[in-house]
């Protein structure tokens, strides 16, 4: 379990980095700083804090679902769905500044981790309290960017 839960933090931390290379640039631009954000807009360093606890989370929960789940290829297609969407955004939002199509890509990534929960709540089940952190955290997440889609 140990080896799958490294396996998956790997990939998941790997999505961050892979993101991170479009959002610093953006949040330190003149454009970031003069978009109309939503008020509730955390602060900087709250990002960095839940994207940690969230991939760290996620790792042991698709490390558990790999272990349970028979077919290992629709988990794998939903991550890789999921991989792809989470890294998506930020260079749609942050270098694009395509912020109607951000919405779309993270309303997109919201059903997705969705379906996690709902697809196999009941084989992980106190394990699917895993995947919450990520599903509250990109309901978050679409406010702020529908919000900066409308305002802006």
Do not use: H
Not at 12 to 21: D, E, K, M, P
Not at 87 to 104: G, R
Not at 126 to 144: H, V
């Amino acid at each position: 379990m140990v080896t799958r839960i490294l396996i998956f933090a790997v990939l998941n931390f790997g999505a961050l980095y892979l993101g991170s290379v479009f959002t610093t640039p953006g949040v330190n631009s003149n454009w970031y700083e003069t978009l109309n954000k939503a008020p509730w807009t955390p602060p900087g360093w709250v990002f960095g804090f839940a994207w940690t606890t969230i991939m760290v989370c996620f790792s042991i929960f698709m490390a558990k679902l790999y272990v349970l789940e028979e077919d290992k290829t629709q988990i794998l297609v939903l991550f890789a769905i999921q991989w792809v969407l989470n890294i998506a955004w930020n260079p749609t939002f942050f270098y694009f500044k395509q912020l109607e199509l951000a919405v779309v890509v993270i309303l997109s990534l919201t059903v997705i981790v969705a379906l996690f929960l709902l697809l196999y709540q009941k084989k992980m089940g106190a394990y699917s309290l895993l995947i919450l952190p990520y599903l509250i955290w990109l309901i978050i997440a679409d406010s702020l960017s529908i919000y900066s889609s409308l305002k802006n």
